[in-house]
Every structure is written in C-alpha cells, then in structure tokens.
C-alpha cells in the first residue's frame, strides 16, 4: 500500500464472510443460502445484525432490500455500495457476499478511523440477485431501478411453487421503506466481486477493472419433425431433428470463434424425443445464449443464428418455433469512475486489467441512473457457483482495501495518493 493511504481490517472482513457461510453450509465446503428460503432468512439477521451493531440507520424496502446507511456532514446524494447475499443450491462464499461485507467493512474502517463523510455511505444487499428460485435474476435490483414493477415481481412463484410476496412475508422481510429516486438520491453505486471466471488468475492480475457488462441473448428453439425407424429410413428421406440442433450446436460454436475473442456461444440444454437408440427423432428442444459486450456484434451473432436454422429447418423439411427467454443488451459502466478505479489500483502498485463482466450483476440495474463501476478480485482457476470457488484472503482484502479508497475520494477531502 501507498503512504498515507487507509487499510481495511482484513482479518474482520475474512471472519464475516466465514460467518455468514456457516448459514446454510454444505459438506465440503460452500453454501447453499436460495432467496427468501429460511437459511437466506439467517443470513439477512446476521448482516443486519452487524448494521445495527455499527449504529447504522437500517431500511427495508417492499421488495426486502436491505440498505444501511452512514450519516454525512452533508445531506447530498449517497455513495452506495452492494450486491447480495443470495446464493445458488450449490454455492461458494464469496459471490455476492464478498461485495456487502466489504462494503460494510469500508464504512466500519471509516467508523474506526473517526472520518465523518462529507457525504452518506450506504451499503445494500439485494434480494434474489440469483434467480435460482424465483425467476428472473437481480430481481431486487430490478424492481429498487423501477426495470421491473413491484407487483410483477410479488406474484412472481418459484420452483418449489411459493410466490415471492408469500415468502417476504413469512420470513419478515417485506418492508416499508419507499423506493429512491436513484439519479437524485445515489450519487455512485460500486460493486467489489470475485470474477467468477479465469482470466485474472489465469494472467496473475490483482484487480481487474470492469468497464461494463456483455450483452445476453437467451433463445430457445423448438424443431419438430418425423420419428421412423433408424435402419429403414434412407438418409435422404429423413426429417431428423436431432440432426439439426446438432448442427445447430456445432455452428454456434464456429460462429463465436469466427467473431472472436468477444463473441460467446453456448447449446446449455438439449432434449430429444423419443429419445431411443434406433428411432430418428421427431421433436428437439435446445436452448442458444450468446453473449457479447458490443451491442451490434451481439445482433449479428443474432442473425448469424436464425438464417442458419432457417436453412436447416428447410433442407430437412422440419417446423421450428422460438422463444425469446431473455434479452439485455451491454451495459458500460461509467468511464470518469472506471478511471478513478484504475487510478487507485495503480496508485496502490497493483497490476489490472480492463475487461467485461461476464456474468450479470445487480450493478448493471444501477448503471443507467447513476455513476457506476465494479471492482473485480481473482476467482481461483475461474471456478464459481460451485462449493471450490475461492479467493485468497490477500485477494479480498486487496480489492475491498480499493473499494475504500474510492469511496474516500469520493465522499471525503481524504484521497489516496
């Protein structure tokens, strides 16, 4: 670290995150904390519990975000930092949760340090960022930005058939707290997560500096055709649609690499009926997301893929119907605070790197109102939403020790040289 520089304490922030990973704990290692479920009901009364224990002024929405919040000098627009503290069936302990007990570690070390912001700090965690039990994802994010409306998202039921409002309510956490008005209330919103995939670890970089999030286009295609039989159809009369989304699998995966390194391209499920050893088969469903961080290369990807399947569906005389199961085109997070983020890591010797977010976050939701940025810290070999997924303690303490210095920029006449 530089001179004249703050630290967080590195050894508090790595006991909370152990804390909270005992709630709901698997063998092995990881958690499995599903939104509005009992264990994510401990979870959240052990984080507000620590809030409270700060002196912090605790609001929950009717949604059940949770925002704790830091009196300033001034009563100006909050620095606010976030993510969630959800997790998927088998998860690790970092995703998420890294981003909020940081952000609380931040404004305890503030506390610590008797530094009084010219301006509020928040930090929130925000409900069902996952989407493993309630579809969509970041929902709670969604509906704080006004993307989605509170309604829709309380009807919302999930896999195990229980709706979204049902479940707030049961666990005690459908609050009251109204809605901000997020360009006039946030002045900033910064997220610190693991990468959730190699390149950092891969290339031995200490923090990576996130411009924005690639674009994501979810589809699902339903061919159908004839089911006959394997050893007396010829080849040439046969309307095979497993043939197809085979081919379909293997195009979408020539077509990322002929766009490379940006384009993404992925056939993540697949069903075939009837399904037998020797039956043509008459019915496949697959699914298609592709995904890249420029808005016009996604869209060519796009039409790349239904021309094909197009002339497929027609060579082999099949019906295709497709779905649009979600679409959202590349956020770019703030360039002024993707520099200072830049700045503050050089400042501090770290190496960085730019790169896109691969993954969704609630910080994308906040990006088209407010001044935004993440901060990103290594996944070890890239692996997450999996129990093995792990970040060293110098690693979180060396990206939360970069959150802190840019809030203090941010709020303070405390800057890091």
């Not at 952000?103 to 503030?110: H, K, N, S």
């Not at 420029?294 to 569906?313: N, R």
């Not at 935004?372 to 129990?387: D, R, W």
């Amino acid at each position: 670290m530089s001179e004249q520089t703050f630290c967080i304490n590195a050894d508090r922030l790595m006991r909370r995150l152990k804390s909270l990973g005992e709630i709901g704990a698997l063998e092995g290692g990881g958690v499995s904390r599903l939104a509005l479920t009992d264990s994510d009901k401990k979870g959240r009364d052990l984080v507000v519990s620590w809030m409270k224990q700060l002196g912090l002024s605790v609001s929950i929405d009717p949604i059940g975000n949770v925002i704790a919040t830091l009196k300033g000098k001034q009563d100006l627009p909050c620095i606010m930092m976030g993510s969630h503290i959800d997790t998927v069936s088998t998860g690790g302990l970092f995703d998420g949760n890294l981003g909020v007990l940081a952000g609380l570690e931040v404004i305890e070390t503030l506390i610590d340090l008797n530094i009084t912001p010219e301006r509020p700090v928040a930090v929130g965690f925000f409900t069902n960022e996952e989407g493993s039990r309630f579809a969509p994802d970041m929902m709670g994010s969604a509906v704080f930005s006004k993307t989605l409306s509170l309604q829709t998202a309380l009807e919302t039921v999930g896999i195990d058939g229980a709706s979204v409002g049902d479940e707030l309510q049961r666990i005690g956490y459908q609050g009251t707290a109204e809605f901000p008005n997020i360009k006039q209330d946030i002045a900033a919103y910064l997220e610190l997560h693991i990468e959730q995939g190699p390149v950092l670890d891969e290339q031995n970089i200490e923090i990576g500096v996130v411009e924005g999030v690639q674009g994501i286009s979810w589809q699902e295609f339903k061919l159908t055709g004839v089911s006959n039989h394997a050893g007396t159809t010829p080849m040439q009369y046969r309307q095979d649609a497993g043939l197809v989304a085979a081919k379909v699998t293997a195009f979408v995966n020539e077509l990322a690499l002929s766009m490379a390194p940006n384009q993404l391209a992925t056939v993540g499920a697949l069903e075939l009926k009837p399904n037998l050893i020797n039956v043509v088969s008459n019915f496949a469903l697959f699914t298609v997301d592709l995904r890249n961080p420029d808005e016009a290369e996604l869209q060519k990807a796009e039409a790349a893929l239904a021309k094909y399947i197009s002339e497929q569906v027609k060579a082999h005389d099949l019906q295709v119907e497709k779905k649009v199961l979600a679409r959202f085109q590349p956020v770019h997070f703030n360039p002024e605070l993707v520099n200072r983020i830049e700045k503050v890591a050089n400042s501090n010797n770290f190496s960085t790197l730019r790169l896109f977010s691969g993954a969704g976050h609630d910080a994308q939701m906040f990006a088209p109102h407010c001044s935004t940025a993440m901060i990103f810290v290594p996944s070890y070999k890239g692996i997450s939403h999996n129990i093995n997924e792990y970040t060293s303690p110098e690693q979180v303490s060396n990206g939360a020790n970069i959150l802190l210095q840019t809030v203090l920029e941010l709020t303070s006449h405390h800057t890091a040289h």
